[in-house]
């Protein structure tokens, strides 16, 4: 926010034998293939590759009680893991798997870390196994850096919390609710000393889930934690524990981050237009997003803030996230595409109390918009 003594032969016999030999080994290369043992890591922060992509690693820092995890080829489980510590406080150790660089620990063939302007989506899977006798939360780590930096503690953290286990709560406190990616969350926000963290906790147990990791991104852009500019350096997924927890599993895991192109995020110039009708209590808005760029937009999400006491009740045009709070406006299927010069529009109608306002910043596809 780390492995008799033989007959004497001829040349010729021994030749041949060879020959015979190589032959029987390949034909038995071509028919079998030998499964892969398990690996079990206890070493604090030892950890190993699998599928020639991701690292798991076993990451305990906070006790020095025995902590091991056996390593499979599509995940790992916790078989070990002694000790605990005071739930008001960090975890003992954050065992995962990941995609990207953690303190210079680089997964292998990795396109992290990447800019988030960059990138047009980052779709990934993940599926959990829990356990009722421990303390623990199952999260899912998104790390934003200004820097494309690979050691080291990043700037912006997000946890996304599928599941907790006991009196444990997120870093911070929390600031609302919002609707991320076709799932309602409540949302956390603080800084735990070395970095902002942003996380969505989901109010009941989540055990497996496909998502894109760039809509909970886009959300940190929104909030002004990090910028389009900034980079994805690392995902992670995995557990906290603060007591026990043998027996927890990520039993599979994958990640893909798709950069180039025309994508949601690029350098697209945009402007916003944001017209009003307001009466006593209620307004309509009108939204209107114009394509001051050179390349087409292909699917666009609008983020803003709603000032203060300020609530959706309907809306036209676009899929709205939040009725309150940071909003996110999502095309629907006919009006995605914005041409260069082009426009697009939505709106929705709302209550407010005190004095009306209106947003002040917009960001397109976590691209910051000028304002008409």
Partial sequence: MRPSKHHARTARGLFGALLTALAALAALLTTTSPAQADTTICEQFGSTTIRGRYVVQNNRWGTSETQCVNVTDSGFKLTQ??????????????????????????????????????????????????????VYDAAYDIWLDPTPRTDGVNKTEIMVWFHKVGSVQPVGSQVGTATVAGRQWQVWSGNNGSNDVLSFVAPSAITSWSFDVMDF??????????????????????????????????????????????????????????????????????????NTGSTPVNGWKLGFTLPTGQRITSSWGATVSASSGVVTATNLAYNGQIAPGGQGTFGFQGTYGGTFAKPTGFTLNGTACGVA
């Fill in 217 to 290: 991104v886009r959300q940190a852009v929104s909030r002004g934690l990090a910028q389009a500019s900034w980079y994805l350096t690392s995902v992670q997924a995995g557990f906290e524990p603060w007591q026990n927890g043998a027996g927890l599993e990520v039993s599979s895991f994958s990640s893909t981050v798709n950069t180039g192109g025309t994508t949601p995020g690029d350098s697209t110039a945009c402007r916003v237009t944001y017209g009003t009708n307001v009466w006593q209590g209620g307004f309509t808005a009108d939204v209107t997003v114009a």
């Fill in 81 to 134: 893991a002694d000790g605990s510590v005071p739930t008001n406080g960090a975890p003992k150790s954050y065992p995962s798997v990941f995609d990207g660089c953690h303190y210079t620990n680089c997964a292998p063939g990795t396109s992290l870390p990447a800019r988030l302007s960059t990138i047009s989506s980052a779709p990934t899977s993940i599926s959990y196994t829990y356990v009722s006798n421990a």
